[in-house]
C-alpha cells in the first residue's frame, strides 16, 4: 500500500481533489463547459421549466458519472457479461411487456422510474466485448469476430424492433468501434461494408417502417414534402443558414423564438444554437467536441490493459457518431435520425447514460497506475 | 499468448485514424457549416424572413357622400359579422349547422351564403352572418376554440341613411364578385372587400376608394402576432361633396308620393343636379351586406319596377315637351318665320296623301289660324306637322342632336342611357329601311322612334335658359375634404348650339313663359299665384313600349299604357337658377295636370330657400 500510496504521492495530481474523486480534470472541465452552454441554449430554446428539469437531469447525470468513476476497472470488467446479460433480458421483458411510449416499446416502468433498457445496452454492449477480447490475443480470428458480431447483433436487433432506429445505429456503432479497435482485418472491415450495402435493400424492405422510409426519401428531396417531413429539414437549415457568420444574439434567434423550428429543444437544437451563435459559434462548439473526443482517446491510447482501451476508445467514438448524426441531420446532410446532441439536447435518458459513459472514460483512466502495479 | 507492445501499438494506430476520421467528419460538417451560413447566408434570411414576416394589407375608409349643405348620404358604420373560410373546412353544411347552436342563423342568411359561395372571390371568406349585436360577438368569441374555419370580421361597412330615398342619385356599394376581381388592381384591393356597384358608388370607385396600406407583422409558426414591425398607413378615400340639395330632393319625392315617375332639377348655370328622384326607390343597404334571394325577387319582379333607375337609364317620348326646341330649329333652319301661319282644322294631311294625322289636343274643331307663338303656348300638333314636313327628318336630327339627344349628357354615372333621336341614316342602318315622311311628323311632335331621357330633356331645356350653353350634367360638385377640395368644374357639352340668333331664342323662351304665364298657357293653372317669372313646356307622351322589362299584371296593363305626363321649365325667367323636368308615369289627363304642379313645388321650393333672384 506504501508503495501504491508513494506513487500516488508523487504524481502532480496528487493534492488534486478531482483526482482523489477519480475525476479527469481535463475531460471535466470540457463536459462542464459544454453542459453550460447546452442548459444556455436549452433555456433559449425551451424556457424556464425546460431548463430547469434539464439541469436535474444532468446533475443526476453528474451523480451517476461520479459513482462509476469510482468503481475500479477490474470490477467493472468483472461484471460486463452479466450487465449485458441484464440488458439482453431486459429488452426481452420490454419486447413483451413493455410500456408503449411515443409508438414504440422502449420503456420498463418500475413505477417510479421509467427506464429504457436500450440506454444500458448503449453502455454494456461494448463493454461486454471488450471484456471479450480481454485476455485474448490480438487482432481476433475470424471465429472470435464472429462471436463478437453476434454480441453486437442480437440487441441490435432487439431494439431494432421497438423499432428505435437511432438507437440501434448507436449500438451497432459502439460494439463496431471495439471490434474495430481490436484490430479488425481491412479485407473483413471491407466485406462488412459490402455487406450493409447488401443489407441496406433488405432493410428498406423488410424492416423499415413507412415513416422511416419517408425520412431517408424527404433527405433525399426535402423540398418534395415541405409542410410534412420536409418540413424539419428546412426549417433547421433557414435558422442555421440564417445565423450567419455571427449569430443573431443569444435569445434572438427569430426562426427558433418563433417556433418555427420543430423540436427545438431536443433533437434540433444544434439548429438553434446555429442561428444565435452563427458559424463562429457553431466551430467553437465544434471544436469543444473535438476536444473532448481527443481526450477520450488519448485516455484509450495511454490505457494500460486490452478491457479499458476498448471500452474508453468505443465510448468515445460513439460520443462521436452522436454529435456527427445529430449535426449532419440538422444541417441536411443526413437523414433525420432520433439521435440527440450529446449533453446539449434537451432529454433525460441520454445525458445520464452519456455521463455514466464519461464516468467509465474517468474509472479507466484515474485507476490506470494501481492497476498497473 | 498476449503480446502486449504488438497489441498496444495496433490499438494506437487504429486509435489514430479513428481519430483521424472523426477529425475529416467534423472538418466536413465545419465545411457544410460555412456553406450555410457564410456563402448561402443571403439566401437563408431571405428565407428567415419570408417565415416570419407576413404582410397584412390594411383597408383605407371609404370616402363619405355629401349633399350641397354637408348631410351625409353615404356612411360607413362599423359591422361585426362572422365568415367562413371554405378553405380551412371540409364538412360545410356540418359547420354550419354546429355555428347555429351558438348564433342564430335564419333561412335567409343560408340561402344568402349559399349563393355567395357561388359567386365568391377565390380565397375569400365569406359571410354567414352579418351585422351582429354586442351580444352575439360575446356569444360567439367565448366559442370561437369550436370554430377554426369561422372568423369574427369588425370591418366599416357602407350605410345609406336615407336608404331608398338617393339610392338612385348616388348608387350603392356590393360585396367585390370574381368577374369583378379579375379587372380590378388586385393589389390596391387586397384589403376591400366591397366596391361601387351602381352610381356614383361606381363612377367614383377609385377616388371613394383610396390607396391600400400595409403593416407587415412578425409572426409565430402559429401564424399569431408577435408584433408589428412596420406600418405603412392607408391613404383613405376621398369624400364627395354633390350639387344635390337633400332639402330638395325631399321636396320632390313627397311630391311624387305614390306615383311613379321621374324628377330632376339642375343648375342652369353650371349643370349640377340639384334633384335626382327616380321613384319608386328601394333600400340599398341590404345590398351591402348581401340581400337574400326572397327579397331580390319581390324587388325584381315588382310591376313598379324600383330597381329601375328611371332618371337616368328610362328612355321615354319626349312628346310636346320638345316643341320649343323644335321650333327653334324651325327658325335657324329657315322652314319658319315668327310670322308664318299654319292653318289647323284638327288635323295635318301630307301633300297628295289621304291619311289624317291628328292633333293629339282634343280640340276637335283645330284651332285655326296658329303662328309660332301659339303654337308653342297651346301646343299645336298641326304647327309642327307642317314645320317638321318642310324641314325634313334629317334637319330635324341635325338641330336636335345640338339639343344633346340621342347621345349621353356625360353625367357621371354608367349607366345613362343615351335615348333615340332617330335619322334616315339610323332607319336604313337599323332597320334597314328608307325612311317615309309620315314618320317624320310624328318624331316633329316628340313621339314616333324618338326616345329620350329626363337628363337630356332638363339639360336641353336648360341651355333654353341660360341662352344656349349646354353643360355635362354633374352631380358632384368636389372631392376631398373640407379644406382640401377639389372642386369639379362645369363642363361644356360636346355638341352645342353655337351662336342661337337671340331673337329666335327670345321668342322660343317668350312662348314658354306663356305656356306658364299665359292665358291660354297649358300649365297656367299650375303656376297661379307665384310671385316670380318662370318658363316652360307641357307634355303628354303615348307610351309606345314600356320601358322596362317588368312582367305585366294583367289586370294592370290598362294602367300602364296611359299617357306620360311631362313638364320641363326654369325659373326665374330672366336670371334662371333651377331647370326642372317632371315625368309621371301613366297618369288620366296631360303634363299641364299631373306634371307642371308638381315642377311648381320643386321650383317653389328650391327659390324660397336661395332667393329669387
Known sequence: ????????????????????????????????????????????????????????????????????????????????????????????????????????????????????????????????????????????????????????????????????????????????????????????????????????????????????????????????????????????????????????????????????????????????????????????????????????????????????????????????????????????????????????SYGGTSSVTLLAGFGLLMSLHTHRRLLSS | MKDPVTEGGLFYRRALMAGAVVLILFLALVGRLFYLQVLSYEEYVAKADRNRISTIPLAPTRGLIYDRNGVVLAENRTSFSLEVMLEKTRDVDALIEELSSVITISDDDRERFAQERRQRRKGRAIPIRTRLSEKEVAQFSVNQHRFPAVSLRGQLIRHYPFGEQFVHAIGYVGRINDREWEKLDQANYAATSHIGK???????????????????????????????????????????????????????????????????????????????????????????????????????????????NRAINGVYPPGSTVKPHLALAGLMSGVTQPSRKVWDPGWYQLPGDERKYRDFNWHL?????????????????????????????????????????????????????????????????????????????SVGIGQGYWNATSLQLVSSTAALANGGKRYQLQLVDALGVMDNRQDLPAQLAEHQLNAIPPEHLKLVRDAMKDVVHGARGTARKAFTGIDYLAAGKTGTAQVASYAQDAKYDATKVEERFRDNALFVGYAPYDKPKIAVIVLVENVMGGGGSNAAPLARRVIDAYLEKNGRD
Not at chain 2, 363612377?203 to 402559429?222: C, K, N, P, R, S
Not at chain 2, 306615383?259 to 326607390?281: E, F
Request: with cysteine; aromatic share 12%.
Open chain 1, 1 to 344: 500500500m506504501t508503495d501504491f500510496a508513494s506513487r500516488i504521492h508523487t504524481h502532480k495530481e496528487r493534492h488534486n481533489l478531482a483526482w482523489r474523486l477519480h475525476l479527469d480534470t481535463t475531460l471535466l472541465t470540457a463536459l462542464m463547459l459544454l453542459m453550460a452552454l447546452a442548459l444556455g441554449i436549452v433555456y433559449s430554446a425551451g424556457g424556464d421549466s425546460t431548463v430547469n428539469k434539464q439541469l436535474a437531469r444532468l446533475a443526476v447525470g453528474m451523480g451517476v458519472m461520479v459513482v462509476l468513476a469510482q468503481i475500479p476497472p477490474r470490477i467493472l470488467k468483472l461484471w460486463s457479461p452479466a450487465i449485458y446479460l441484464a440488458g439482453i433480458i431486459m429488452l426481452l421483458v420490454v419486447e413483451f411487456t413493455g410500456v408503449i411510449g411515443k409508438g414504440a416499446q422502449r420503456w420498463i416502468d418500475l413505477g417510479f422510474f421509467r427506464f429504457q433498457p436500450s440506454e444500458l445496452l448503449k453502455l454494456a454492449v461494448p463493454m461486454m466485448l471488450a471484456w471479450y477480447f480481454a485476455e485474448k490475443p490480438l487482432p481476433p480470428t475470424l471465429k472470435q469476430i464472429v462471436v463478437a458480431l453476434l454480441l453486437i447483433i442480437v440487441p441490435v436487433v432487439l431494439i431494432a424492433i421497438q423499432p428505435d432506429l437511432g438507437t440501434s445505429l448507436l449500438i451497432f456503432a459502439s460494439g463496431f468501434f471495439v471490434l474495430w479497435l481490436a484490430g479488425l482485418q481491412w479485407k473483413l472491415v471491407a466485406s462488412s461494408a459490402l455487406l450493409a450495402a447488401a443489407a441496406a435493400p433488405m432493410l428498406w424492405f423488410f424492416y423499415m417502417r413507412d415513416y422511416q422510409k419517408q425520412r431517408v426519401l424527404t433527405f433525399l428531396d426535402p423540398e418534395k414534402d415541405p409542410l410534412g417531413s420536409g418540413y424539419h429539414i428546412i426549417q433547421s437549415k433557414i435558422a442555421v443558414g440564417s445565423g450567419g457568420l455571427y449569430g443573431k444574439g443569444y435569445m434572438q434567434g427569430t426562426q427558433s423564438q418563433l417556433e418555427f423550428i420543430p423540436e427545438r429543444h431536443t433533437d434540433f437544437i444544434f439548429a438553434v444554437f446555429g442561428e444565435e451563435f452563427g458559424f463562429l459559434g457553431a466551430v467553437l462548439l465544434m471544436v469543444l467536441f473535438a476536444f473532448i473526443v481527443w481526450r477520450g482517446l488519448y485516455i484509450a491510447s495511454n490505457a494500460q490493459d486490452t478491457y479499458s482501451r476498448l471500452l474508453a476508445g468505443a465510448i468515445t467514438l460513439t460520443f462521436s457518431v452522436y454529435v456527427i448524426v445529430n449535426i449532419g441531420m440538422v444541417i441536411g446532410v443526413l437523414p433525420v435520425v432520433g439521435v440527440p446532441l450529446p449533453l446539449v
Open chain 2, 198 to 308: 351602381v352610381g356614383l358608388e361606381r363612377f367614383y370607385e377609385q377616388v371613394l376608394h383610396g390607396a391600400v396600406g400595409y403593416q407587415e407583422i412578425e409572426t409565430d409558426v402559429h401564424d399569431r402576432l408577435v408584433r408589428v414591425l412596420n406600418r405603412v398607413a392607408p391613404i383613405d378615400g376621398k369624400d364627395l361633396h354633390l350639387h344635390l340639395d337633400s332639402e330638395l330632393q325631399f321636396a320632390a319625392l313627397s311630391m311624387l308620393g305614390e306615383q311613379r315617375g321621374v324628377i330632376v332639377a339642375i343648375d342652369p348655370n353650371d349643370g349640377g343636379v340639384l334633384a335626382l328622384v327616380s321613384a319608386p326607390g328601394f333600400d340599398p343597404n341590404p345590398f351591402v351586406t348581401g340581400i337574400d334571394s326572397l327579397s331580390y325577387r319581390a324587388l325584381n319582379e315588382s310591376p313598379d319596377a324600383p330597381m329601375f
Open chain 2, 365 to 441: 274643331g283645330g284651332h285655326g289660324w296658329v303662328d309660332l307663338h301659339t303654337s308653342i303656348i297651346i301646343s299645336c300638333d298641326t304647327y309642327f306637322y307642317d314645320m317638321a314636313n318642310r324641314m325634313g327628318i334629317d334637319v330635324l336630327h341635325d338641330y336636335m342632336q345640338r339639343f344633346g339627344f340621342g347621345q349621353k349628357t356625360g353625367l357621371d354615372v354608367y349607366e345613362e342611357a343615351s335615348g333615340l333621336l332617330p335619322s334616315s341614316e339610323w332607319k336604313r342602318r337599323a332597320r334597314k329601311q328608307a325612311w317615309y315622311p309620315g314618320e317624320t311628323l
